[in-house]
């Protein structure tokens, strides 16, 4: 054959085939337009017989139409339908544009619409095809399978401001800085200490009084965690965003791109998926408190809605699983009826219960949801600020959830602030929770739950006015004198010492240092009490066992010992990390060491410190921003073991430093063994008709262990 | 007979009250002075007589306050051992008053717990010509006036330092750490120009004769410019979608419902409910490649039957 033949037989063969690729492709899905051009029917005589497999216009059905030997299939073209039926079985009466007298009609359905109108909003539809491939409409509940946050949203070391101004939105952040979930800890941030599970960003919520603002122990804990990232909830101060930019040590030292400001519209962005929600009423703060922790535990949002915005939250109330905490407005619960997946409702106790069983937790927080208005009006001009405030030791419950969520802990509420009704309702929660406790974390100011009692005359005490209630009496259950409870609070000048201290404790082993320093003062009682006198008392407590665990200590003893060297020792208070006292003490200072004053005007923060001490008056309740312990906690301090009036000469160092550095006991259990063992030596107190330590709160959170006090 | 059996009754009576009302302990508590100036010795004493027929131990509880509990001296408790009838002295305190004590009124009380009795005493006393406090405050301004304090400024802005003190002719040493660490001794009221970015430091020890000699600092930070947070807030809340805005169903699921039109797909969303979801199309790119090699091989085919032919 010649080379011409050859060609031609190829060019043959080309235009068979290109010929067929265009049928091929021709009798791919219709397009709409397609789709259109059968709008009016075909024109088939209305005399031939029509047969429809789905007996009729059924778009959930998918069906054939034979007709004039033609068949008609249902079929999608996206989510749209065009359903074929026989006409005259289904369209009786003058024609319409979707039925014609030719006996075959067709009709398109949006599916989405279809099934929605059908059956409600909580259902999607889409265009499907049926095992013979014919088109039909496809309803189904709509339901995201998973609750997953976005990993985008968060760098390895954010960490999240917002002010405390609402409570909503705060407490809605519960779940979006801190969560448990098995498959977002792949990437999210852990915490030493917490559950593998829990995904956990610092919260820092500061106290804002219209310019006024105190971010100082919130400032030096981003000096100390450095975040790589700061996220702002909503709009701050002009000063404080210098402040965040600002090197150290006035500052935070973050650079601008390092932080940016969001809405809380922007809530519900950090979810690539929930499938379920909580819902609290839009009023109730204290069901609120327990309900973000729920949320946590579930990574899933929480809202608080009432019929007035119940608007706003439509979308993610439908097709989901709701958690309703309380009671809620009868439009909203006919709503979630309506509209949602499914819900189930809570009591506050019932919640409770609940989170005990899945979290198996043995820590409680004790808070009192009223203390958003409770408040000491007095005027403090933090350090860092120009503005003074005047709302002080007010909101700390606020810090409380965040505690919660991030070391699994029930919170219990009281509105009572009488001392006596606060030890019941401990006592009644307790039973009626059925938890075993371990731990109880007060997070409250003084003026919202007492943290002393008036002395009685019964109490025998010549000196002390004031007796200390957190161990002594919540944490005692069985009223046999001895503290049952590791017993711990948490307060500050304002909520931004109590949610920056709760930061501090969670991301512990994010701030610490690779050594652990001791620097313990033995002044003494009096100007006769020598350097040997109190190296030998020491003794008691001060053993080599103790010193091996730690990295290096300074010791000072005797009166005149100490005096010598005073300036060298103050300047050794912001860097040990034990800190131990003998001698006497202030309302607002270890009487020779250092004060209130000292530390403000020197700008003195603490390197995550415990301070333990025989001192009067350091944590006595006045309402008294300089208060020592106050201002140790504001500055860093984890644990400030503080007098509630004059007190007594303890013998407690023993027993918290071997239960706490020897035995891996945490510092809460520590100290209440401490104060236990005091009882049944029977130290003298000065109070004739009370045994044991009468005087001295745990400042701090009792869970702390000191494996977690170096890096 | 009568008579003596009588006065002897009354006698033992009167005896047997005397040691029912009669105190078991006698406390006398005595301080050196009433008054006490800088260098002077502070000497409290106790002294005990056990007025019982047997020997026993007392526990003395003994505290030293002033008004405002600014200076509190609580002395570990004394047990003490008192042989019948025995008189004893103790010293309680002796230390010397320092200009640093606060001037003021103090209060020296005690409690002696004895075998069957509690006795109390107190003492008071003042303390006076010590050191007054020095009432002093660091300003840090952006003007001359100083109308209102500053804590930070931008970089090359003049910065104005200054005190102000109720108390007149003070003598003020302040000097100026810069972030560099550099330090400069300064006079104030003075002005710098705010040239290095970071902490500044600014510590004034000031004294004057009658006062205690206070120290004090105060920070302040300079910027190379305020601080321009941005916001990337991308939901308004209208009940209206706006994808342009940047809300969509994730970002924004107030406005957006979950399968709206909104720029992204939702995968929850089923086949072609989300105009987003592009739809699967039939794959022509591979069925196209296929023919070309299936022309190919057609090709060679013909090749090879008409090289036959």
């Given at each position: 054959m010649k080379s011409s033949a050859k060609i031609l037989v190829i060019i043959l063969i080309g235009i068979f085939l290109v010929q067929n690729i265009s049928l091929i492709i021709a009798r791919g899905p219709p397009t709409p337009e397609a789709v259109n051009k059968f709008e009016n029917g075909p024109p088939f005589p209305e005399t031939e017989l029509c047969l429809d497999s789905d007996h009729?216009?059924?778009p959930e059905v998918g069906g054939l139409v034979a007709y004039n030997q033609k068949d008609f299939k249902d079929f999608c073209s996206g989510n749209i339908l065009t359903e074929y039926f026989c006409s005259n079985q289904n369209f009786k009466g003058p024609p319409t544009p979707e039925s014609t007298n030719f006996g075959i009609s067709?009709?398109?359905?949006?599916?989405?619409?279809?099934?929605?109108?059908?059956?409600?909003?909580?259902?999607?539809?889409?265009?499907?095809?049926?095992?013979?491939?014919?088109?039909?409409?496809?309803?189904?509940?709509?339901?995201?399978?998973?609750?997953?946050?976005?990993?985008?949203k968060y760098s390895k070391k954010n960490a999240f401001l917002i002010s405390d101004k609402n409570w909503r939105e705060i407490l809605s952040l519960v779940p979006l800085t801190t969560w448990t979930s098995e498959e977002d800890s792949r990437w999210c941030k852990n915490a030493y200490g917490a559950p593998k599970n829990i995904c956990v960003y610092p919260t820092l919520i500061y106290h804002r009084e219209g310019e006024s603002f105190d971010a100082d122990s919130i400032i030096y804990f981003f000096q100390q965690y450095k975040p790589d990232n700061l996220t702002i909830i909503g709009n701050t101060p002009q000063e404080l965003d210098n402040l965040l930019i600002v090197k150290p040590k006035l500052g935070a030292g973050l650079k601008e791109e390092q932080i940016k400001k969001i809405s809380f519209n922007d809530y519900f962005s950090y979810w690539k998926s929930f499938n379920s929600i909580v819902v609290?009423?839009?009023?109730?703060?204290?069901?609120?408190?327990?309900?973000?922790?729920?949320?946590?535990?579930?990574?899933?949002?929480?809202?608080?809605?009432?019929s007035n915005n119940l608007e706003n939250y439509k979308n993610v109330i439908d097709n989901r699983k709701i958690y309703i905490i309380g009671k809620i407005d009868s439009s909203v619960s006919d709503y979630i009826n309506k509209n949602a997946k499914s819900s189930i409702s809570y009591t506050l106790e019932e919640l409770q219960k609940e989170y005990i069983k899945e979290t198996n937790t043995d820590k409680i927080i004790l808070v009192n949801p009223n203390d958003l208005d409770l408040k000491v009006i007095k005027r403090f001009l933090p350090e860092k600020s120009t503005k003074s405030f005047s709302e002080l030791f007010s909101k700390i419950s606020l810090a409380a959830p965040f505690?919660?969520?991030?070391?699994?802990?029930?919170?219990?509420?009281?509105?009572?602030?009488?001392?006596?009704?606060?030890?019941?309702?401990?006592?009644?929660?307790?039973?009626?929770?059925?938890?075993?406790?371990?731990?109880?974390?007060?997070?409250?100011?003084?003026v919202s739950i007492p943290i002393s009692r008036q002395a009685t005359q019964k109490d025998g005490c010549e000196y002390a006015k004031f007796i200390e209630v957190d161990g002594r009496f919540y944490g005692e259950l069985d009223h046999d004198n001895l503290v049952d409870l590791s017993t711990g609070r948490i307060f500050g000048v304002s909520i931004s010492d109590a949610s920056s201290y709760v930061a501090r404790s969670i991301f512990i082993k994010d701030i610490v240092s690779n050594n652990f320093d001791a620097l313990i003062v033995?002044?003494?009682?009096?100007?006769?009490?020598?350097?040997?006198?109190?190296?030998?008392?020491?003794?008691?407590?001060?053993?080599?066992?103790?010193?091996?665990?730690?990295?290096?200590?300074?010791?000072?003893?005797?009166?005149y010992d100490v005096l010598s060297r005073i300036f060298k020792?103050?300047?050794?208070?912001?860097?040990?990390?034990?800190?131990?006292?003998?001698?006497?003490?202030?309302?607002?200072?270890?009487?020779?060491?250092?004060?209130?004053?000292?530390?403000?005007?020197n700008h003195i923060y603490l390197n995550n410190s415990i301070i333990m001490d025989v001192a009067c008056l350091t944590c006595y309740w006045s309402g008294n921003p300089n208060s020592f312990c106050v201002q140790n906690i504001r500055r860093g301090a984890l644990g400030f073991q503080g007098a509630v009036d004059i007190s007594y000469w303890n013998r407690e160092f023993d027993n918290i430093l071997n239960g706490f550095i020897l035995e891996g006991k945490s510092i809460g259990t520590a100290y209440k063994e401490a104060r236990n063992q005091d009882y049944k030596d029977n130290i003298y107190n000065f109070c004739l008709g009370l045994r044991g330590d009468i005087f001295y709160a745990w400042i701090g959170d009792p869970t702390i262990k000191f494996d977690e006090m170096r890096k | 007979m009568k008579v003596r059996f009588f006065i002897f009754g009354l006698l033992i009576v009167i005896l047997s009250v005397q040691s029912v009302f009669a105190s078991e302990i006698n406390i006398s508590l005595n301080i050196n002075h009433e008054i006490f100036e800088p260098g002077d010795q502070f000497i409290a004493k106790l002294i005990l007589k056990n007025n019982l027929a047997f020997g026993y131990t007392t526990i003395i509880e003994s505290i030293i306050e002033n008004e405002d509990r600014s200076y509190v001296n609580l002395l570990?408790?004394?047990?003490?051992?008192?042989?019948?009838?025995?008189?004893?002295?103790?010293?309680?305190?002796?230390?010397?008053?320092?200009?640093?004590f606060n001037e003021g009124d103090y209060l020296l009380s005690i409690r002696v717990i004895s075998h069957n009795s509690t006795e109390k005493s107190t003492k008071k006393f003042k303390i006076m010509g010590t050191l007054k406090e020095l009432s002093i405050n660091l300003k840090i301004c952006k003007d001359l006036s100083c109308s209102e304090s500053e804590k930070i400024f931008s970089q090359n802005e003049?910065?104005?330092?200054?005190?102000?003190?109720?108390?007149?002719?003070?003598?003020?040493?302040?000097?100026?750490?810069?972030?560099?660490?550099?330090?400069k001794q300064l006079t104030l009221p003075t002005s710098i120009k705010a040239e290095q970015t970071g902490t500044y430091t600014l510590k004034v020890t000031a004294s004057k004769e009658g006062y205690k000699t206070k120290t004090l600092s105060t920070q302040f930070g300079v910027v190379e410019k305020e601080a321009e947070i941005i916001n990337t807030s991308s939901c308004f809340v209208n009940s209206i979608c706006e994808p342009d805005l940047g809300e969509n169903y994730k970002t924004c699921p107030q406005d957006c419902e979950p399968c709206a039109k909104d720029n992204i797909c939702n995968p929850d969303c089923l086949t072609g409910e989300d105009a987003d979801c592009k739809q699967t199309t039939f794959p022509y790119w591979l069925l196209i490649i296929g023919l070309v090699i299936a022309l190919f091989l057609l090709i060679i085919l013909v090749r090879h039957i008409t090289d036959r032919l």
């Amino acid at each position: 054959m010649k080379s011409s033949a050859k060609i031609l037989v190829i060019i043959l063969i080309g235009i068979f085939l290109v010929q067929n690729i265009s049928l091929i492709i021709a009798r791919g899905p219709p397009t709409p337009e397609a789709v259109n051009k059968f709008e009016n029917g075909p024109p088939f005589p209305e005399t031939e017989l029509c047969l429809d497999s789905d007996h009729g216009n059924n778009p959930e059905v998918g069906g054939l139409v034979a007709y004039n030997q033609k068949d008609f299939k249902d079929f999608c073209s996206g989510n749209i339908l065009t359903e074929y039926f026989c006409s005259n079985q289904n369209f009786k009466g003058p024609p319409t544009p979707e039925s014609t007298n030719f006996g075959i009609s067709n009709r398109t359905y949006n599916c989405t619409s279809y099934c929605q109108n059908k059956y409600g909003l909580t259902y999607r539809g889409s265009c499907s095809l049926s095992f013979e491939g014919f088109g039909f409409c496809n309803c189904t509940l709509a339901i995201p399978v998973k609750n997953e946050k976005d990993p985008n949203k968060y760098s390895k070391k954010n960490a999240f401001l917002i002010s405390d101004k609402n409570w909503r939105e705060i407490l809605s952040l519960v779940p979006l800085t801190t969560w448990t979930s098995e498959e977002d800890s792949r990437w999210c941030k852990n915490a030493y200490g917490a559950p593998k599970n829990i995904c956990v960003y610092p919260t820092l919520i500061y106290h804002r009084e219209g310019e006024s603002f105190d971010a100082d122990s919130i400032i030096y804990f981003f000096q100390q965690y450095k975040p790589d990232n700061l996220t702002i909830i909503g709009n701050t101060p002009q000063e404080l965003d210098n402040l965040l930019i600002v090197k150290p040590k006035l500052g935070a030292g973050l650079k601008e791109e390092q932080i940016k400001k969001i809405s809380f519209n922007d809530y519900f962005s950090y979810w690539k998926s929930f499938n379920s929600i909580v819902v609290v009423d839009y009023d109730n703060y204290a069901n609120g408190l327990m309900g973000s922790v729920w949320a946590s535990l579930k990574n899933i949002p929480i809202i608080f809605v009432n019929s007035n915005n119940l608007e706003n939250y439509k979308n993610v109330i439908d097709n989901r699983k709701i958690y309703i905490i309380g009671k809620i407005d009868s439009s909203v619960s006919d709503y979630i009826n309506k509209n949602a997946k499914s819900s189930i409702s809570y009591t506050l106790e019932e919640l409770q219960k609940e989170y005990i069983k899945e979290t198996n937790t043995d820590k409680i927080i004790l808070v009192n949801p009223n203390d958003l208005d409770l408040k000491v009006i007095k005027r403090f001009l933090p350090e860092k600020s120009t503005k003074s405030f005047s709302e002080l030791f007010s909101k700390i419950s606020l810090a409380a959830p965040f505690l919660a969520a991030g070391k699994y802990e029930v919170i219990i509420d009281t509105t009572s602030t009488d001392y006596k009704k606060i030890d019941a309702f401990v006592e009644n929660k307790i039973d009626a929770i059925g938890i075993g406790p371990e731990y109880l974390t007060i997070l409250a100011s003084p003026v919202s739950i007492p943290i002393s009692r008036q002395a009685t005359q019964k109490d025998g005490c010549e000196y002390a006015k004031f007796i200390e209630v957190d161990g002594r009496f919540y944490g005692e259950l069985d009223h046999d004198n001895l503290v049952d409870l590791s017993t711990g609070r948490i307060f500050g000048v304002s909520i931004s010492d109590a949610s920056s201290y709760v930061a501090r404790s969670i991301f512990i082993k994010d701030i610490v240092s690779n050594n652990f320093d001791a620097l313990i003062v033995l002044p003494g009682y009096g100007t006769s009490t020598t350097k040997d006198e109190m190296i030998r008392f020491s003794k008691y407590f001060w053993t080599p066992n103790i010193i091996n665990q730690l990295d290096s200590y300074y010791f000072y003893a005797g009166w005149y010992d100490v005096l010598s060297r005073i300036f060298k020792i103050k300047n050794l208070y912001d860097n040990s990390n034990l800190i131990i006292y003998y001698n006497h003490g202030s309302k607002t200072a270890f009487s020779i060491l250092i004060s209130s004053y000292d530390l403000s005007s020197n700008h003195i923060y603490l390197n995550n410190s415990i301070i333990m001490d025989v001192a009067c008056l350091t944590c006595y309740w006045s309402g008294n921003p300089n208060s020592f312990c106050v201002q140790n906690i504001r500055r860093g301090a984890l644990g400030f073991q503080g007098a509630v009036d004059i007190s007594y000469w303890n013998r407690e160092f023993d027993n918290i430093l071997n239960g706490f550095i020897l035995e891996g006991k945490s510092i809460g259990t520590a100290y209440k063994e401490a104060r236990n063992q005091d009882y049944k030596d029977n130290i003298y107190n000065f109070c004739l008709g009370l045994r044991g330590d009468i005087f001295y709160a745990w400042i701090g959170d009792p869970t702390i262990k000191f494996d977690e006090m170096r890096k | 007979m009568k008579v003596r059996f009588f006065i002897f009754g009354l006698l033992i009576v009167i005896l047997s009250v005397q040691s029912v009302f009669a105190s078991e302990i006698n406390i006398s508590l005595n301080i050196n002075h009433e008054i006490f100036e800088p260098g002077d010795q502070f000497i409290a004493k106790l002294i005990l007589k056990n007025n019982l027929a047997f020997g026993y131990t007392t526990i003395i509880e003994s505290i030293i306050e002033n008004e405002d509990r600014s200076y509190v001296n609580l002395l570990p408790p004394l047990s003490i051992k008192l042989n019948p009838n025995e008189k004893k002295e103790i010293e309680l305190y002796n230390f010397s008053i320092d200009e640093t004590f606060n001037e003021g009124d103090y209060l020296l009380s005690i409690r002696v717990i004895s075998h069957n009795s509690t006795e109390k005493s107190t003492k008071k006393f003042k303390i006076m010509g010590t050191l007054k406090e020095l009432s002093i405050n660091l300003k840090i301004c952006k003007d001359l006036s100083c109308s209102e304090s500053e804590k930070i400024f931008s970089q090359n802005e003049t910065i104005y330092l200054d005190y102000s003190s109720e108390v007149k002719n003070i003598s003020i040493n302040a000097n100026l750490t810069y972030p560099d660490k550099t330090i400069k001794q300064l006079t104030l009221p003075t002005s710098i120009k705010a040239e290095q970015t970071g902490t500044y430091t600014l510590k004034v020890t000031a004294s004057k004769e009658g006062y205690k000699t206070k120290t004090l600092s105060t920070q302040f930070g300079v910027v190379e410019k305020e601080a321009e947070i941005i916001n990337t807030s991308s939901c308004f809340v209208n009940s209206i979608c706006e994808p342009d805005l940047g809300e969509n169903y994730k970002t924004c699921p107030q406005d957006c419902e979950p399968c709206a039109k909104d720029n992204i797909c939702n995968p929850d969303c089923l086949t072609g409910e989300d105009a987003d979801c592009k739809q699967t199309t039939f794959p022509y790119w591979l069925l196209i490649i296929g023919l070309v090699i299936a022309l190919f091989l057609l090709i060679i085919l013909v090749r090879h039957i008409t090289d036959r032919l």
